[in-house]
């Protein structure tokens, strides 16, 4: 656990460095994260205990946003006066692109898998 | 017995501890929730935990800044939690690298979809200035959607509750969206489900498997890069569009 929790806290504390050293608009732990995919394209993948606390860390991902969340108790002025339009804007707009993004990508994907076959 | 208890109170309120754990609890009942209510799509653990700890921080006179003193331990987590997306990304490399065509225009087109359609339906709505920012960015995960809110003058925090009700209403819907489009190739349900909904549509697509859980972290990042890149230039554009 705490070793894998290290080389996490390591790659996200590089990725900062990097993205501060060089001015980019991309978040440290972003960067962190396309190192550590880098390293493991190297390294051929990743040590038992590093996986192991990484898939603890994805199981309640869900959970480490609800502190964000929370954030909804500065906004009440705000929700009251905006709040039916932002909802409505906010959840057709993602089901819109959710949708946009699966069925573009299905139909990309056969006609892809039938030209492989064709070929 | 009354100052003995507004002290415990003044004490436990400014602690780290109190909220820590509150935080959990709150998580814990909306896991318990959702299992007794057998899945029920609105009985989704974020959405019932922030309902609850909202009501409390209203109902207890707590501020924003000194509830996050405490969960901030939970948030910080975010960080490592994105870059430990590393290794399911790895796990499922060479489907990846074989889909990568199009991966890629997906990722363009999608993306353009979710920030102009967002953005759009809220001026059409009569969103302020402020909300429309935070709306062209609601798809793309946190911490980089609260950077680029920064960068472009808009209010990093309004656009974390919206980036979380989006990832939230993603992850209510995907599997009815899905089951409607006969959608049922799991790369396909999470790389849309990343793209749209980020980190928490990314949780989500862990529930579906492992593969969709991969494709989801995939299109999270591949569009949070895109639009930490384009929406600093394509915002001014729309805003002018609207001024005129």
């Known amino acids: 656990m705490i070793q894998g929790f290290s080389w996490l806290l390591l790659f996200q504390l590089v990725g900062e460095l990097l ?71 906010l959840v057709a707009s993602t089901l819109l692109a959710m949708a946009v993004a699966a069925l573009l990508l299905r139909v990309l994907l056969r006609r892809s898998r039938r030209g492989s076959e064709e070929g | 017995m009354l100052e003995r208890a507004t002290l415990v109170w003044q004490h436990l309120a400014g602690s780290t501890l109190l909220w820590l754990a509150l935080t959990l609890l709150a998580y814990q ?38 509830y996050m003193n405490g969960a901030g331990l939970i948030h910080f987590l975010l960080g490592p939690a994105t870059v430990a997306l590393a290794i399911p990304l ?11 065509g199009p991966l890629l225009l997906v990722l363009l087109v999608a993306s353009l979809v979710a920030v102009v359609s967002a953005w759009g339906l809220g001026a059409w709505l009569g969103a302020g200035p402020e909300s429309r920012i935070s709306l062209a960015i609601k798809s793309i995960t946190t911490p980089i959607a609260m950077a680029v ?36 190739d799991d790369a396909v349900r999470g790389f849309a489900l990343g793209l749209a909904a ?24 591949l569009n949070g890069l895109l639009t930490s890149f384009a929406l600093p230039w394509l915002l001014p554009w729309l805003e002018r569009l609207l001024a005129r």
Not at chain 1, 54 to 67: A, I, T
Not at chain 1, 69 to 76: K, N, S, W
Not at chain 2, 201 to 213: D, I, K, P, V
Request: glycine content about 12%.
């Open chain 1, 19 to 89: 993205v501060l050293g060089l001015d980019w608009p991309v978040p440290g732990p972003v960067a962190g994260m396309a190192l550590l995919f880098l390293a493991l394209l190297w390294r051929g993948g990743p040590g038992r205990r590093l996986a192991q606390t990484s898939s603890q860390l994805l199981q309640h991902l869900s959970l480490l946003f609800v502190p964000a969340g929370a954030g909804v108790v500065l906004y009440g002025a705000l929700l009251a006066r905006e709040g039916w339009s932002l909802a409505l804007a």
């Open chain 2, 29 to 66: 009942f909306g896991v318990w929730l959702q299992r007794r209510l057998r899945g029920h799509a609105l009985a989704n653990p974020v959405l019932v935990a922030v309902a609850l700890l909202s009501a409390l921080l209203l109902l207890s006179g707590t501020s924003y800044a000194s």
């Open chain 2, 90 to 100: 790895h796990a499922n490399w060479p489907r990846l690298k074989s889909m990568a």
């Open chain 2, 149 to 184: 809110t920064e960068r472009l003058g808009g209010l990093p925090a309004l656009t974390a509750v919206l980036v979380i009700v989006t990832g939230i209403v993603g992850g209510l819907c995907a599997e009815a969206l899905y089951r409607w489009l006969r959608i049922d």
């Open chain 2, 198 to 221: 980020h980190g928490l549509g990314t949780a989500r697509a862990f529930q579906f498997s492992e593969q969709a859980g991969a494709f989801a972290a995939l299109g999270m990042g």
